[in-house]
């Protein structure tokens, strides 16, 4: 199977993806139900679920938790995880109303729901998104937003064609840690930004260097799993959890982990609307086996005004941002400076305040009933999983590219060009 992996890699380049430990209890007092007695039906946002794997489900269990929401469907292409969805929203509301589905179509297009929440595998994010804008769907989307740059600007231009509201799952810029970064990093506290690094862990998941196909196991439907990418033969390591280690589905820790910290990068350097101008790499990748993403990543961005980002394989993740006058170091749990006196500023009354919101979820449902903007819409997202693509087709070029955030394009250069999308497998298309 090695030498299969192997053009695998080639045509790539030629042609050129946890749950939350808390439950939802099974008997709900009326005083404490979610989207019921609470609040009127005409102030209810009526939600569908797409994908209710380990993420989706983790999703699903916030959106559930909001007295306003009422969870009308849920949809997996695996029918043990649309049926393990199905009845613990069941058990949420005591009730079967919930509606369960393989094909994704069947929640865009119902005219009773209002937003879809879609979890599926980075393959699977454009198509139905999109499905979801055309159809009159307010959606909240994992990221990283697109598997391609060519999908991530088809969604954002359905999006502002059909006048919808979009949250990315980027949810750190939910977290004060990454709020605080990002406020120092804008109101000067750190001096003249020169450096960005952003640390993302190894694998955690592992492949043997040969693989057979399997049978595809009873409920599973494999085709539509596939969907727009191209046909293979079935593993249990191609789905799943595990779809974020091959490149046909996602773009390994880059595009995992590393799509966090960029987009808090992306942030500090107020480059929302923008990126990097040229990129290089040089990250390690599988030789046998079923796993194409980079085993160790490293590359490095550098922006129009100097800025220089690098992003490696390097313990637990992470961003610091360093200036002439002074750092910080920002994780989920923790955040650190240097002078430390940076983090006793008061950060409510610093000139320039950022976007501030405490919940991502929340966030979304607010804006969808006000029709302002979330913290994280889709031309953000799209621009922070951007700079991700960017590094792994610099990383599988083994060479430094020239990109254009006007254009969106690299350019004159053709092998680069070709890597900005990617066919997709009848009947798929964007739009």
């Not at 804008?133 to 999006?159: M, N, S, Y």
């Not at 910080?328 to 610093?350: M, N, Q, T, W, Y």
């Not at 976007?355 to 621009?383: M, W």
């Not at 990109?403 to 739009?431: K, V």
């Amino acid at each position: 199977m090695q030498s299969k992996r192997q053009l695998s890699r080639r045509s790539f380049l030629k042609m050129t993806a946890a749950g939350t430990a808390f439950a939802i209890p099974a008997i709900v007092p009326a005083s404490a139900l979610g989207a019921g007695e609470k609040t009127a039906p005409s102030e209810r946002i009526n939600l569908g679920i797409i994908g209710t794997g380990g993420r989706g489900t983790a999703d699903m269990k916030g959106f559930l938790m909001q007295r306003d929401v009422q969870v009308l469907a849920v949809c997996d292409v695996d029918k043990a995880h649309r049926d393990e969805a199905k009845a613990l929203v069941d058990r949420r509301y005591r009730s079967t109303d919930c509606q369960a589905y393989n094909d994704f179509r069947e929640v865009t297009r119902r005219d009773d729901i209002d937003a879809v929440v879609i979890s599926t595998p980075d393959h699977w994010h454009a198509i139905p998104a999109i499905d979801a804008a055309k159809h009159g769907k307010d959606i909240f989307v994992e990221k990283p937003l697109t598997l391609t740059i060519q999908e991530g600007r088809a969604l954002c231009d359905a999006v502002k064609k059909h006048d919808r509201i979009v949250q990315t799952g980027s949810q750190q810029r939910s977290m004060d840690t990454f709020w605080k970064a990002a406020m120092l990093a804008r109101n000067g506290r750190l001096g003249h930004i020169h450096t960005i690094n952003v640390s993302i862990p190894d694998n955690n998941r592992e492949c043997g260097p040969t693989w057979e196909p399997e049978p595809v196991p009873e409920g599973f439907d494999y085709n539509f799993w596939l969907g727009p990418a191209p046909w293979a033969e079935y593993h249990h390591l191609r789905c799943h959890y595990t779809f974020r280690f091959i490149l046909d589905y996602s773009g390994g820790q880059v595009t995992n982990f590393g799509a966090h910290h960029i987009d808090i990068a992306q942030w500090s350097l107020d480059m929302d609307d923008s990126g990097p101008i040229e990129v290089s790499g040089n990250g390690e990748f599988p030789a046998s086996g079923l796993f194409t993403t980079a085993t160790k990543v490293y590359f490095e961005c550098t922006y129009a005004n100097g800025v220089k980002l690098y992003c490696k394989t390097r313990g637990g993740p992470s961003i610091q941002i360093e200036g002439s006058e002074g750092s910080v170091r920002a994780g989920r749990k923790s955040i650190s400076s240097e002078p430390a006196s940076l983090l006793k500023e008061d950060f409510d009354s610093l000139e320039n305040q950022l976007y501030k919101s405490r919940d991502h979820q929340r966030n979304f449902l607010d804006c969808v009933k006000t029709r302002e903007q979330p913290i994280c819409p889709a031309e953000v997202g799209h621009r922070s999983a951007t700079v991700c693509h960017l590094g792994n087709i610099a990383m599988l070029l083994g060479r430094s590219v020239k990109w254009d955030p006007g254009t969106e394009t690299f350019g004159s250069d053709d092998e680069a060009n070709a890597m900005i999308g990617r066919p997709l497998r009848d009947p798929w298309m964007l739009g």
